[in-house]
């Protein structure tokens, strides 16, 4: 039992050594392809800013902020977060500048952003945006309905915020 349980623990070793390699290496790719990813938004934003472009970046920054946070990096996370934050407001506003029934995709992601960034107890949602993304949501699903203004709803992000549980259909 002594020589097994040694070479059986020696061989547990070497899996855990070889796990964590493998996750670091998948972390850093993960990485480096979010920034490519970037870059490349960088670029096309600096011919034509959208709406589209303005809410992939917060996007892309929103998987670098789960990164971080699931590896336990708050300083990292908490950047891109903000950078998260600051790409979703700019396609906020270009949706309104342009009234776009667009504006809920960024605004729903902008509320994340915002109660992802706070510390301490929860507070209340922006009632103003929240209205306007409700109003988002109902003029497109009354235009052009796609999957993400049926199934997506501010209720759930104010449940989320009291704690609640939401319930979809009740």
């Known amino acids: 039992k002594g020589a097994k349980g040694a070479k059986d623990a020696k061989k547990a070793a070497a899996a855990l050594t070889e796990t964590k390699a493998a996750l670091d290496a998948a972390v850093s790719d993960a ?11 960088m670029r096309l934003n600096e011919r034509a800013e959208t709406v589209e ?11 670098l902020a789960t990164i971080e946070t699931n590896l336990g990096n708050e300083a990292a996370a908490q950047a891109a977060i903000a950078e998260m934050r600051r790409y979703y407001e700019k396609a906020v506003e270009q949706a309104r500048k342009s009234a776009s029934a667009e504006l809920f995709y960024p605004g729903l992601n902008l509320l994340v952003a915002q109660m992802s960034a706070r510390r301490g107890p929860a507070k209340a949602l922006d009632a103003a945006l929240v209205a306007e993304i409700r109003a988002s949501i109902k003029a497109r699903v009354a235009d052009d309905p796609d999957f993400w203004s049926v199934a997506v709803d501010t209720a759930r992000l104010e449940a989320k915020r009291r704690g609640r549980p939401f319930h979809y259909f009740t």
């Open 31 to 41: 990485r480096k392809q979010i920034k490519q990813a970037l870059q490349d938004l």
């Open 53 to 63: 472009l303005n809410s992939l970046a917060g996007s892309a920054y929103k998987r």
